[in-house]
T-cell receptor, first 112, second 114 residues
Framework: NAGVTQTPKFRILKIGQSMTLQCAQD?????MYWYRQDPGMGLKLIYY???????DKGEVPNGYNVSRSTTEDFPLRLELAAPSQTSVYFC???????????FGPGTRLTVT | AQKITQTQPGMFVQEKEAVTLDCTYD???????LFWYKQPSSGEMIFLIY??????QNATEGRYSLNFQKARKSANLVISASQLGDSAMYFC???????????FGAGTTVTVRA
């Protein structure tokens, strides 16, 4: 199993550009999450999904959108990039049973 | 209000000694859980240990143990016999309810000295 994969690893965006951060998991997990980590800080939840077709907002959803058309994929969309979205983005997944969330390696995004 | 508070921004520990990382939490949900994650300089998030609010015994995983004091709302991580590879940032996190959305503390940096 590859676990949770994220692409790209690094990206530099100009203000106002759009992009999609990709996240995929091959563990057949129902639950998937997007977090962001600002420098020197803990992670904050952006969006999450409890299954295909179901998504909900987390603590910091503004400026982002998500979709969950399949169990495996949970892309995060930035429509109009702003410098405040410079961060490291982590995707995670969890089975319906068990507590552990499995994290991807992260995407480092810089908006200039 | 902060749901998770980690008051120690940085700690130094001698190799082979034990270190305790503090974590206090705030919730009114009777069903919750506390996690500890390790983040080395390479950036990945590594799950260490989990304690559910209804668990009767403190969680242990190898050299990691969680000192869960429910009345005090604290969930301190104890790392025994520290190794150089334990140098990292450590995050305490809490889930509330069944969706397992996590709230993270600001983290504690641990540096192990030879």
């Amino acid at each position: 199993n590859a676990g949770v994969t994220q692409t790209p690893k690094f990206r530099i965006l100009k203000i106002g550009q759009s992009m999609t951060l990709q996240c995929a998991q091959d563990m057949n997990h129902n639950y998937m999450y997007w977090y962001r980590q600002d420098p020197g800080m803990g992670l904050k939840l952006i969006y999450y999904s409890v299954g295909a077709g179901i998504t909900d907002k987390g603590e910091v959803p503004n400026g982002y959108n998500v979709s969950r058309s399949t169990t495996e994929d949970f892309p995060l969309r930035l429509e109009l990039a702003a410098p405040s979205q410079t961060s490291v983005y982590f995707c995670a997944s969890r089975a319906g049973t068990g507590a552990e969330q499995y994290f991807g390696p992260g995407t480092r995004l810089t908006v200039t | 209000a902060q749901k998770i508070t980690q008051t120690q921004p940085g700690m130094f520990v001698q190799e082979k000694e034990a270190v305790t990382l503090d974590c206090t939490y705030d919730t009114s949900d009777p069903s919750y859980g506390l996690f500890w994650y390790k983040q080395p300089s390479s950036g990945e998030m590594i799950f260490l240990i989990y304690q559910g609010s209804y668990d009767q015994q403190n969680a242990t995983e190898g050299r990691y143990s969680l000192n869960f004091q429910k009345a005090r709302k604290s969930a301190n991580l104890v790392i025994s016999a520290s190794q150089l590879g334990d140098s990292a940032m450590y995050f305490c996190a809490m889930r509330e309810g069944d969706d397992y959305k996590l709230s993270f503390g600001a983290g504690t940096t641990v540096t192990v000295r030879a």
